[in-house]
């Protein structure tokens, strides 16, 4: 299945950006055959509902798990329309976020764990 | 004529022009425009007679009519409405009631309703006839509420509109199609860079200004410097005195308490007319 982390870079090396909606990439990676790829994150420099459309870019790509710092209410809403699992709290590089997920370390979340606007003006 | 005051920085003083000017003046109209902390009539003391709800139209989807195609996802410049699994979702909040959804749904699935973001009330003291806005708490789009005091100008009178602080939309709408705008700004860095920012802005829509140096006697020269520079008017300097603070603290006018102050604010306003043909462009 495919699994999108926010991400502060392009690489796997890159740490986890903790903010959804404004996190600079997305890194799409495939739990089947340990492929990835970085999408740049059109939404990152919104002024507003950036949460809201990085949820539908999100949607858009068939990804069906997101592995994140926080996540606000409004994308919450637009990812759980989606059908997509999201996965908040990660810290660390991307590649280690993806193994604890792989080891089942994350829960699934069940609700947005941060206010809207937890991620502007953040860096 | 429109005088709008604007300042870029906030808490240079505003309010306290607008309401000291209304007062100097006879005939005189003034707007409080700063819809988000409105406090003009708390020196105007007006009373007032009418209160009207602003609405906003915000859309809503039916479902039967409805099937997907995401449209309404792709006018929507402000994120409120996104489609996901052929779905709607909106977001009310982050809604400005620009009705471009409805317009351009290709299947008329979406229809209007109204939300209330805010309320108008209008009154006067005297002669001086007094309109403002409040947005309600919780809503963020200040300038549908702005606009609706702003229907309530009548040209006839000298017209005094106090706008809120900053340099985006709601002081665009503020300011806009105003005759005149009274920047105050205050000699302190922060003040300067502010007053430069807010310059910018009424240069764009253009828009001839003027300059109020509040505090004039505090901070540094370097306003006075970017003035001079910029071939800006200082239209009025006030210094920094306690007498005054202590007037405004009470919510009382300084031209009631300290005459002399009438003739200067009627000086500001013969200035003003001498460079409302003058658009600032540099």
Redesign the interface.
Known sequence: MKVAITSSGPTLQSNVDPRFGRCPYYIIYDTEDGSFKAVENKSSLAAGGAGIQAGQNISDMKVEAVITGNVGPNAFRVLSAASIKIYSGATGSVKDAIDKFKNGEYKETAGPDVESHFGMGRK | MIISVASGKGGTGKTTIAVNLALSLSDVQLLDCDVEEPNCHIFIKPVFKSRNAVFIPVPVVNQNKCDGCGRC?EVCV???V????K?V?L?PE?CHGCGSCTYFCPHKAIEEEKKEIGVIEIGKNGETQFVHGKLNIGMMMSPPVIRAVKKHINRKKTVIIDAPPGTSCPVITAIKDTDFVILVTEPTPFGLNDLSLAVEVVRKLGISFGVIINRSDLGNKKTDEYCAAENIPVLMRIPFSKKIAEIYSRGDSIVKVLPEYREKFQELYKKIEQNKNQPGIK
């Open positions: 996802q402000y994120n409120a996104v489609v996901v699994n779905k979702l977001f982050l």
